[in-house]
């Protein structure tokens, strides 16, 4: 069975530039969660998109933004890049069904912010 | 806030010798627990998992844990390490009564095992 997949591996952007980052959860998982873990302040929620919709959001500013497709994949967008951005951007995935709320990590992709 | 705090950041054993490392949380409420780790070049991995019933759960590769209510504390453990072992382990936290898709985690404690 195939895990989470994400891409880029890595993302190189200057200050001000958009990144979009991309996610596929695992076969059957129909939520999709992201983690920033920059050096220093270990893995940060950001986001939970579950059936298409966000249900939940860490505290991050608007500029961090995503979205889910139909078969459940993910976007997540970080506008107006900073240098404090650079990090490595986790991807998860879990079945949503009540008491099952295991996550499931993708590779990461690092994020570098010029 | 709820935070999930690691005693230990940087731990370093002899193979064969038992581990302990600690992981306490703040949050008065219903929990579910969980360890991951990171082998070197590889992506977060479950280790094990606390949602309810028996207090001592098993996960893979020998590692167990154990459940504290009183003390908020979910600390792993393994007899006798091997030099595969080494990695970074994180502990993390999230709501039980209610799923609000946000994992809590720990700063991480890495491991190295001496051969």
């Keep these: 069975e195939a895990g989470v997949t994400q891409s880029p591996t890595h993302l190189i952007k200057t200050r001000g530039q958009q990144a979009t980052l991309r996610c596929s959860p695992i076969s059957g998982h129909t939520s999709v969660y992201w983690y920033q873990q920059a050096l220093g302040l270990g893995l940060q929620f950001l986001l939970w998109y579950d059936e298409g919709e966000e249900r939940n959001r860490g505290n991050f500013p608007p500029r961090f933004s995503g979205r889910q497709f139909p078969n459940y994949s993910s976007e997540l967008n970080v506008n107006a890049l900073e240098l404090e951005d650079s990090a490595l951007y986790l991807c998860a995935s879990s079945l949503t069904i009540a008491g099952s709320y295991e996550q499931y990590f993708g590779p990461g992709t690092r994020l570098t912010v010029t | ?115």
Excluded: M
């Excluded at chain 2, 806030?1 to 949050?27: F, K, P, R």
């Excluded at chain 2, 979910?74 to 709501?95: I, M």
């Design chain 2, 1 to 115: 806030a709820q935070s999930v705090s690691q005693h230990n950041h940087h731990v370093i054993l002899s193979e064969a010798a038992s581990l302990e490392l600690g992981c306490n949380y703040s949050y008065g409420g219903t929990v579910n627990l969980f360890w991951y780790v990171q082998y070197p070049g590889q992506h977060l991995q479950l280790l094990l998992k606390y949602f309810s019933g028996d207090p001592l759960v098993k996960g893979i590769k020998g590692f167990e844990a154990e459940f504290i209510k009183s003390k908020f504390s979910f600390n792993l453990r393994k007899p006798s390490v091997q030099w595969s072992d080494t990695a970074e382990y994180f502990c993390a936290v999230n709501h039980g009564s209610s799923n609000t898709g946000k994992l809590i985690f720990g700063q991480g404690t890495t491991l190295q095992v001496k051969p």
